[in-house]
T-cell receptor, first 112, second 108 residues
Framework: NAGVTQTPKFRILKIGQSMTLQCTQD?????MYWYRQDPGMGLKLIYY???????DKGEVPNGYNVSRSTTEDFPLRLELAAPSQTSVYFCASSHSGDYGYTFGSGTRLTVV | GIQVEQSPPDLILQEGANSTLRCNFS?????LQWFHQNPWGQLINLFYIPSGTKQNGRLSATTVATERYSLLYISSSQTTDSGVYFC??????????FGPGTRLSVLP
């Protein structure tokens, strides 16, 4: 099993550009999450999904969008990138909200 | 929303020493997890422990939900234990709130 796969691992964006961070899991997990981690800080929830077709905002959703058309995929879209979005982005999944998380390896994004 | 505190913020140990990391939370929770983030950034789930005590090798965790804290014990520490340890709690919502972490450095 690959678990949770995130692509790309690194990316540099210019201010105002857009991009999509990809996240795929092969564990048939219903719940998926996007977190961001700023340097020296804990993780903050951006968006989450409890199943295909269902998404909801987390603590810091501004500047981001998500979709969940399949159980496996949960892409995160950045529109009009800003320097404040420089961070490491982690995708995670779980069987249900009551189970432990499996994290992807992260995407390090720099906006210049 | 719920607040999560972790202590100490930083900890330096000599290899072979034992340590206790603490997580305090401001409200009742129905779920709690401990994670280890290694120096390369990978996050690994250590324990899913909403209450009680669990052990896995040199690591064990205890959550006293009624008193709103959890403890992570590391015995006979090794250099590979270095990294940041996060506590994350869920208070009957759909997702977990992470604490700020404890940065552990184990010296050879």
């Amino acid at each position: 099993n690959a678990g949770v796969t995130q692509t790309p691992k690194f990316r540099i964006l210019k201010i105002g550009q857009s991009m999509t961070l990809q996240c795929t899991q092969d564990m048939n997990h219903n719940y998926m999450y996007w977190y961001r981690q700023d340097p020296g800080m804990g993780l903050k929830l951006i968006y989450y999904s409890v199943g295909a077709g269902i998404t909801d905002k987390g603590e810091v959703p501004n500047g981001y969008n998500v979709s969940r058309s399949t159980t496996e995929d949960f892409p995160l879209r950045l529109e009009l990138a800003a320097p404040s979005q420089t961070s490491v982005y982690f995708c995670a999944s779980s069987h249900s909200g009551d189970y432990g998380y499996t994290f992807g390896s992260g995407t390090r994004l720099t906006v210049v | 929303g719920i607040q999560v505190e972790q202590s100490p913020p930083d900890l330096i140990l000599q290899e072979g020493a034992n340590s206790t990391l603490r997580c305090n939370f401001s409200d009742s929770v129905n779920n709690l997890q401990w994670f280890h983030q290694n120096p390369w950034g990978q996050l690994i789930n250590l324990f899913y422990i909403p209450s009680g005590t669990k052990q896995n090798g040199r690591l064990s965790a205890t959550t006293v939900a009624t008193e709103r804290y959890s403890l992570l014990y590391i015995s006979s520490s090794q250099t590979t234990d270095s990294g940041v340890y996060f506590c994350a709690v869920d208070n009957y919502g759909q997702n977990f709130v992470f604490g700020p972490g404890t940065r552990l450095s184990v010296l050879p």
